[in-house]
């Protein structure tokens, strides 16, 4: 599995991927945040990313109040700086917002590890989902995110993923193998002459 706690792929990815590397190496994030153990999450390193998608940062803290007063600290000045508190999954959150260097940072954190939260999980899934779809799914989902479809309901239409809550089915599919994934969903691929959302 790929080790996402190393962004050193950034510098060698797309356009976006690199100038997300500048733009975390200039706001020195990723180190100013080392205390709450920040990973880099959702579409830019996934390479699904559309023009407006913005840095995601998931962090863990068992002191929220600590966490919003230390990225406070560094960042209270910065352009758009805005804190908000909310339950996630029942689960009390921070999520900090604020912008620089051409892109909206939105560093989220909860008591649960980083590899635990929902974020994380669905990236690692996601990214086994396209490593089998290979490019046609990268193509796919990013026109279904650019119709303004969320990522997670963008891979359940793209793999034709049964059940109500594409948030909770990407969940399901976490204990597949690539092999039994395969057999699962590689026939049931949607293409852009099949899905009705291309019409």
Not at 62 to 74: I, N, P, T, Y
Not at 78 to 96: A, F, M, Q
């Amino acid at each position: 599995m790929k080790n996402w706690r190393d962004l050193s792929y950034l510098q060698t990815g797309t356009s976006k991927q690199r100038a997300a590397w500048d733009a975390l190496t200039s706001t020195r994030v990723m180190e100013n945040l080392k205390a709450y153990d920040p990973v880099l999450a959702g579409t830019i390193p996934l390479d699904i990313d559309i023009a407006e998608s913005d840095l995601d940062i998931i962090c863990t803290s068992d002191d929220l109040e600590q966490f919003d007063a230390s990225v406070r600290a560094f960042y209270g000045e910065w352009d758009g700086y805005h804190e908000t508190r909310l339950l996630v999954n029942k689960v009390p959150t921070s999520v900090i917002r604020f912008s620089a260097e051409g892109f909206l940072f939105e560093i989220f954190a909860q008591s649960v590890p980083v590899e635990q939260q929902n974020a994380y999980r669905h990236m690692v899934i996601e990214a086994r989902l396209l490593e089998m779809g290979g490019p046609n799914a990268y193509q796919e989902i990013r026109k279904l995110k650019q119709q303004g479809i969320k990522t997670e309901p963008a891979f359940a239409l793209y793999f034709a993923i049964a059940g109500a809550d594409p948030y909770q089915a990407l969940f399901e599919l976490e204990t597949y193998s690539q092999e039994e994934l395969f057999r699962m969903l590689g026939s049931r691929k949607a293409t852009s002459q099949s899905h009705p959302l291309e019409a």
